[in-house]
């Protein structure tokens, strides 16, 4: 049960997410896709705080792992979108969970990357 405390860290950054898209408050920066860059990243960390989660709590292949990652983030995406539909002065964009599913893979990819390099305990560097 105790590992279940590794998914804390991605529990709180979508309760701050929900927080902010209900607010109707919008920056519209009229340069572009900036806005979808904002979803990537933001979803870019959601990703590696999913794959703490999954990484470490879960006895199952590192690919089953990412796939729990990418799909639970992707729901999370949905849910977000679908959420902002019912805001006042927010829409829902199909680009912006494209987005959001780009960073997502980004953020697992750097996980995954951050976590190969930590040696194993007890091993030695020889």
């Known amino acids: 049960?105790?590992?279940w405390i590794y998914f804390l860290p991605a529990l709180t950054f979508y309760l701050l997410i929900f927080l902010l898209s209900s607010s109707h408050i919008s920056v519209d920066l009229d340069i572009g896709h900036l806005d979808k860059?904002?979803?990537?990243?933001?979803f870019g960390l959601m990703g590696f705080l999913l794959a703490i989660g999954f990484f470490n709590a879960l006895s199952v292949s590192s690919s089953t792992k990412f796939?729990?990652?990418?799909?639970?983030?992707?729901?999370?995406?949905?849910?977000?979108?679908?959420?902002?539909?019912?805001?006042?002065?927010?829409?829902?964009?199909?680009?912006?969970?494209?987005?959001?599913?780009?960073?997502?893979?980004?953020?697992?990819?750097?996980?995954?990357?951050?976590?190969?390099?930590?040696?194993?305990a007890g091993r030695s560097t020889r």
């Open 1 to 3: 049960m105790k590992k």
């Open 37 to 42: 860059v904002g979803h990537f990243l933001e």
């Open 67 to 120: 796939v729990l990652t990418l799909g639970s983030g992707l729901i999370l995406a949905i849910l977000d979108e679908f959420h902002q539909w019912f805001v006042p002065f927010r829409n829902s964009d199909l680009k912006d969970i494209l987005a959001d599913a780009a960073g997502l893979i980004l953020g697992i990819l750097v996980f995954r990357c951050l976590a190969g390099r930590k040696k194993p």
